[in-house]
Structures are given as C-alpha cells and as structure tokens.
C-alpha cells in the first residue's frame, strides 16, 4: 500500500469519528496537507442557503459570501456542468470565462488559492457540491492527481460530502423508498466501487466477469435513482446500505 493509498485509509477511518463542523474541517484539512496541499474547501449549495466547511483564509470566505462570488466562481461553474474531477489554475488550465470572472480567478490567487482539484458532486433539483484541494505550490503534479491517483481523490470527496450530509443533517441526498432494496451481489459491487477499486478489480475479488459487475452496478444506480454510479455510492452510504 503505497502513501497515497494510506493516506486515504486514514481519512476513511478518521471521517467515521467526525462528529461537527470543526471534527469535519480537522479530518480534511489532514488529508489535504498528506496529499501536498495548503487548503481545502467543501462547498454545498442548495437555495439561498450554502454550506461552507474550509481552511481557506476566513478573509477571504467571507468577502466570496459577501460580494456573492459563489454566482461567478469558475469553478463553482464548471463544477455545475462536469461529473469528474478536474484540476483548475496555472497558464496551462487558465479559467474561461468574461472579465469578470477572470478577475475573480486573480483575486483568489493573492489569497494563496492559485491551483487546485475540484470533486463536482450533483443532486438532484440542481443541487450541487464541490470539494476541492487548493494550493500556492505551482511545484504540485495536478496531472498526477487527475490521473494515477483520480479514484483516491474522487473517494475522498465523495466519503467526505456523504459523512457531512450523514452527520450534520443536511438534506442533499434524496431519500429513497424503502422498497427499492439492492441485492447482496448489487450491494457488494458498490461497496467495492466505494474503496476505489474499478470494474476490473471487483470483477476479479467477486469472481464474476466485467459485463456483469457494471450490470449490478447499473442496477443498482436505478434502483437509487442515481443519476451515476459515484452518486448511486453516495446513497448507499448516506442509507446505510454499505455498512
């Protein structure tokens, strides 16, 4: 098991115990700075109402909520429209966008917030969160991270967004019928999928061929009423399904 991967079983272990805001900002600002990065921020938006749980500079929180950046951010924007995970900042990733935006992109900079990752994680009615991992570091391998290490960092901000919504009661994943249960195999599959592993993993620790895992796992995705697999693991998670 390589840093990453420990770095990773750690966080699992520790998201368990959070139990508040504070436990919750503890458990990924750790995992941020094992992983190379300064910061990190969770961000829910749902209505009028966002959830913010950080280590971005409290300065800068409160004027993005002031001057309602969380409407240009683009990141927040991308975040909207895209399922995988993504790295922003740097020449080579500079934000699209108007003038407007691009100097919001500037002003997050001078805050130390100059690269990053960003988990999109989508509900439904247009509800959405993001975790991202942020950093002034422009010696940081973000291609590393969207790529050898994508599914680590993608279950770190899916188990994290879950154990928030889990814990603190907020309402984001819907909840679904109690008659739509999932079969052993259904539930074992996703488990699996939760620990990172791909269909080619489980297929081989399940004994069963590839084409029938992803059968499982569509069912249970329509089962949930997810709109993809990582959202159909987040329902299982928040309903207990998994455990």
């Not at 509800?127 to 422009?138: E, K, S």
């Not at 993993?201 to 697999?229: M, Q, W």
Request: net charge positive; with cysteine.
């Amino acid at each position: 098991m390589n840093l990453v991967e420990n770095t990773f079983q750690e966080f699992v272990d520790a998201v368990h115990t959070a139990g508040d805001a504070t436990a919750f900002e503890r458990v990924a600002g750790r995992v941020a700075q094992k992983l190379g990065f300064q910061r990190f921020a969770y961000l829910r938006l749902t209505g009028d109402t966002p959830l913010l749980i950080s280590s971005y500079p409290k300065s800068w929180t409160s004027r993005y909520f002031d001057l309602g950046y969380q409407q240009l951010d683009p990141v927040v924007l991308r975040a909207r429209v895209e399922r995988d995970l993504f790295s922003w900042g740097g020449a080579s990733r500079a934000p699209a966008g108007n003038r407007e935006q691009r100097q919001f992109f500037d002003e997050a900079t001078t805050f130390g917030l100059r690269f990053g990752i960003t988990v999109p994680i989508r509900g439904g009615f247009g509800r959405i969160a993001a975790f991202t991992l942020a950093t002034n570091d422009p010696e940081i391998n973000l291609d590393r991270f969207v790529g050898e290490w994508r599914d680590i960092v993608h279950q770190v901000g899916l188990y994290f967004h879950v154990h928030v919504a889990s814990r603190l009661d907020v309402p984001f994943v819907t909840r679904q019928h109690a008659g739509n249960e999932l079969t052993q195999r259904e539930r074992q599959c996703l488990a699996w999928t939760a620990q990172g592993k791909t269909v080619a993993d489980i297929a081989v620790l399940v004994a069963i061929s590839p084409r029938t895992v992803v059968f499982h796992l569509e069912n249970a995705r329509r089962k949930l009423g997810a709109a993809s697999i990582a959202q159909c693991v987040a329902v299982a998670l928040r309903r207990g399904l998994l455990t």
